[in-house]
């Protein structure tokens, strides 16, 4: 969830970004000027059905692209959720196969109409309550086929990339059919909670092989050959050093109550600021969207049961009394706010400790 949450919020924020890309390109570099028709909608989404087939293709088969697409693999669970589990990094990685259609002729407004559609119906694949849909198989990705692209099963890897066509695949050859039930996750599961590992493992993974590759053919390697010649003992090395599994876990589910809590008002949070980013500034929009990132990674910590999430909860407080300071100035008082820094700072340690033994019963 908090990977889907993080996305939403990013989307709102990048969306614009995005557009400016495909308008620049169109009216600097395209072709021709496709003008809207039935055909030419109809040639715009098979287009970018095409591109995607290949960027998400490529996304599985390229070290530097799975980084960034490997988060939406890694749960175990298939349900629409996972449909949400998307990163900025993708969507990046995407707007570069995509920034072929303005150059061809199609207007920043068409694409970005048309990846609104397309963008919504893989939302109706990611389901295990679905079976197969009789003469649609043949036509369209239906949740049996993308059931087995979310396999981890030896004879489903590597199969289905489709997004709405099915045809992309049996053209190309990966197409696999649903004949057992699906086991789903990454072949090699990651045992954590921690939003950044969840983001970030696979690219200290790359930088590892990199580093000890011999020779720039070996390291090149490693950015741009497949995931699965990775050496897979570098994970344990990695976590050894940034998933350190404790042995003595707290057993009380005090914590997690306080993520659940923490999740509810990110989400609300998130609601309303997706509601009224229009209206806010610049600074406000940074500083809430911290806030939510900042929040988002405590859950996952919290989890883990670090002892370091109190420094993240002091960023989130400071990040608030900084909103709260910016638009409301006259109601805070200098020499109040003096004080409450420096005995914040003096019984800094004295605040950590209490915290923790608060949040995870430490003694």
Not at 83 to 88: D, E, G, N, Q, V
Not at 129 to 136: D, I
Not at 273 to 293: C, R
Not at 313 to 332: D, G, N, P, V
């Amino acid at each position: 969830m908090s990977v889907g949450i993080a996305e939403r919020l990013l989307d709102g924020l990048t969306l614009g970004l995005f557009y400016f890309v495909y308008d620049y390109l169109y009216k600097h570099f395209a072709f021709f000027h496709i003008q809207p028709s039935v055909l030419s909608w109809i040639g715009l989404l098979l287009i970018t059905d095409f591109l995607w087939y290949w960027y998400h293709r490529f996304g599985h088969e390229v070290n530097l692209l799975w980084s960034v697409h490997v988060v939406h693999h890694q749960s175990e669970e298939f349900n629409f959720t996972v449909s949400a589990r998307i990163t900025l990094f993708q969507a990046v990685a995407r707007t570069f196969f995509w920034s072929l259609l303005p150059i061809v002729g199609f207007s920043a407004e068409m694409i970005t109409t048309i990846l609104l559609i397309h963008g919504l119906y893989p939302f109706f694949t990611h389901t295990r309550t679905v079976g197969k849909l009789g003469f649609l198989e043949y036509i369209f990705v239906t949740p049996s086929h993308h059931r087995v692209h979310h396999a981890s099963n030896e004879q489903y890897l590597d199969k289905n990339y489709s997004d709405v066509f099915i045809f992309w695949d049996k053209i190309f050859g990966t197409f696999a059919e649903e004949n057992e039930e699906p086991t789903y996750g990454l072949t090699k599961p990651l045992d954590s909670n921690s939003f950044l590992w969840q983001h970030f493992h696979f690219m200290l993974e790359m930088a590892y092989a990199f580093k000890y590759a011999e020779g720039w053919r070996k390291k090149l390697k490693t950015i741009f050959g497949r995931p699965d010649n990775i050496n897979p003992t570098y994970r344990r090395v990695l976590e050894q050093k940034f998933v350190i599994h404790k042995t003595n876990k707290v057993p009380s589910t005090r914590f997690r109550n306080y993520v659940v809590i923490q999740m509810v008002l990110v989400l609300v949070g998130l609601f309303g600021f997706l509601l009224i980013e229009e209206q806010m500034d610049l600074i406000s929009q940074i500083s809430i969207a911290l806030i939510i990132l900042v929040s988002l990674v405590n859950c996952g910590a919290i989890l883990e049961q670090r002892r370091w999430i109190f420094y993240l909860e002091y960023s989130r407080c400071f990040l608030t009394f900084f909103i709260a300071y910016y638009h409301f100035k006259e109601f805070f008082n200098p020499y109040i706010i003096s004080a409450l820094a420096v005995l914040i700072t003096v019984y800094f340690k004295t605040l950590n400790r209490q915290y923790l033994r608060l949040i995870y019963g430490f003694q």
